[in-house]
């Protein structure tokens, strides 16, 4: 999903008599280009084809709206992936960060106050606490980002049932409910913010000097240190981002069920990686998009919903979303070797 330039080398124009013949060659070769170049909005369209020919319910706005309320928690979580991952590292937090936020907030809301806005504030702050440790164990301890945030996972995983005594926090005040299950024009509060979060982290690494220090942190650390970026900010800061996210996610999914389950979120990490890497990005950072993240998102919502309409097993679901995944990985390898070539 990454842009390219294309040098024009004039020795290889052709001569002006095969006039047509070289606009036959340019319409063919921008075709192919733009095939190579979107495979993956080829092969989501190539999945919805095939599940809206399997099925007259996949097709329908109530199963777009459907897919889009499933994909809003995810989406979340994988905007702060990409930013980790364009700095070259990985946040395995996320899941359980989701789990302690969400039951933080249900306790708030069951036990303290039923102010919604209380328990949307004690979300964020936890989500935001566990992304600045990591922040600080990777940016200033140099801890190696996949043990650092594994700690963070499991010492989230266990405060989750440390909140609920090892239960769920049941009972919760319709107000939390609320906060999830309202509409707006249409659209549930977690579509919104969805929408909101993608529009503002694009903005955010597109438009500005801090997104283009994500980049360059990413694509070379010390060259990055070198030019003036102030590297251990921006790694401290990706991290907080993608801890307050985990935590509004959880909020939203606490909200949505009216229970604060502790074990909320487990696996959720792994969808929101994959999110990334089918987008396009790079595992090793300096390389990667917030529009390929929300393809990759949607291809993978898109083939969860079509897979349960066609009500197959959830054994074979895993089978099948894995060959997605390392399918739509090597087209995209591949798709990007050969434009650099």
């Not at 251990?232 to 935590?247: D, M, W």
Request: glycine residues 12%.
């Amino acid at each position: 999903m990454s842009e390219h330039t294309t040098e024009v080398d004039m020795a290889a124009v052709p001569a002006p008599a095969a006039e047509g013949s070289r606009r036959f060659h340019l319409n063919a070769a921008t075709i192919k280009d733009i095939l190579i170049r979107y495979a993956m909005v080829w092969i989501m369209l190539l999945i919805m084809a095939f599940f809206s020919y399997r099925s007259a319910r996949f097709a329908t706005a109530d199963n777009l709206l459907t897919i889009l309320v499933a994909a809003a928690p995810f989406a979340l979580i994988a905007l702060g992936q990409t930013l980790v991952i364009l700095t070259g590292g990985i946040d395995l937090s996320v899941g359980s960060v989701i789990a302690v936020s969400a039951m933080a907030a249900a306790y708030v809301a069951k036990n303290v106050t039923g102010n919604p806005g209380a328990a949307l504030l004690v979300a964020l702050a936890v989500g935001l606490l566990c992304g600045a440790i990591s922040g600080l164990l990777v940016s200033v301890v140099h801890v190696p980002p996949f043990i650092a945030t594994l700690g963070v996972m499991t010492a989230a995983s266990g405060a989750a049932y440390v909140v609920g005594k090892g239960a769920p926090i049941n009972g919760l005040p319709p107000s939390f409910g609320a906060i999830a299950n309202t509409k707006v024009i249409g659209l549930t509060v977690p579509v919104l913010t969805m929408i909101v979060g993608i529009i503002v982290i694009a903005v955010l690494m597109k438009r500005t000097a801090y997104g283009m220090q994500v980049y360059a942190v990413g694509g070379n650390e010390q060259a990055a240190r070198i030019a003036g970026v102030r590297t251990k900010g921006i790694l401290f800061s990706v991290y907080a981002i993608s801890g307050t996210l985990a935590g509004l996610s959880g909020l939203m999914l606490a909200s949505r069920v009216i229970s604060g389950p502790p074990n909320l979120g487990t696996g959720y990490e792994l969808d929101a990686i994959a999110a990334v890497v089918i987008g396009g990005a790079s595992l090793s950072g300096g390389r990667g998009s917030i529009w390929g993240t929300v393809i990759g998102l949607f291809l993978i919502q898109t083939l969860n919903n079509g897979l349960d309409i066609l009500i197959v097993p959830a054994y074979w679901q895993k089978v099948v979303k894995g060959l997605l995944i390392v399918t739509a990985v090597a087209i995209d390898v591949w798709s990007t070797r050969r434009r650099s070539s």
